[in-house]
C-alpha cells in the first residue's frame, strides 16, 4: 500500500503519490484564489506538510482528507491576509463541509479519468487529449498527419476502452 510505503520513508512512492495530487490540488486552491502560480505553492506546500506528518496518516482517505483541508485552509489564509474576505466569509468558507467533499468527489473523478486517458496507447491518448481541448476530427487528422477516418475509428476504440476502464464515472470524461 502507498501509504504504509510513505510512511516507511519512500521517497518513490511520494512522488508517484505527488504526481496523482499536485494537478488535482492545483486546481482545488485555484478554485479560491484564481492565480495559477499561488495554487501551485499552495498545492505544493500541501503536500509538503503531508510528507513533514506522513507517520500520522495509516490510510489514503485519511491523506486525501488532510491533503485538501490544508489546500483549502492555507488558500483561505491568503485571500483573508490579502483583504479579500472579512473574518465572516472566511469561517463560513471554513466550515462548508458540503463543498469540499463536493469539490473532492468532482477532483478525484478528474483524476480518474486523467489516469484512465493517461493509460491508453500513445495514439489513441493524443486524439483523446486534442478532443478534451476541443478540436475537431479534422483538425486532429491534420496535426497527426493522419486520415480524418482514422481519427474516428482510433477515437471510438478508445473510448471504447476508457467506458470499459471508468465504468459509470465516463460521462465525466464527456464532460471535460
Known sequence: MIID???????????????DYYPILCCFAENFLNDRDLSKDVAQEALLKYWEQKENFSNINQVKSFLYTVTKNMSLNILKRAGKISDLEYNCD???????????????????????????????????????????????????????GTVHSLKKRAYKKLKSVLGSHFCYLLMI
Open 5 to 19: 510505503k510513505i510512511k516507511a520513508g519512500c521517497k518513490d512512492s511520494f512522488r508517484e503519490l505527488f504526481s
Open 94 to 148: 471554513i466550515s462548508s463541509d458540503f463543498d469540499l467533499q463536493r469539490s473532492v468527489i468532482e477532483h478525484e473523478t478528474l483524476l480518474m479519468v486523467r489516469k484512465a486517458v493517461s493509460s491508453l496507447p500513445d495514439r489513441m491518448r493524443e486524439i483523446v487529449e486534442l478532443t478534451m481541448s476541443g478540436a475537431q476530427n479534422s483538425d486532429i487528422a491534420e496535426r497527426l498527419g493522419i486520415a480524418e
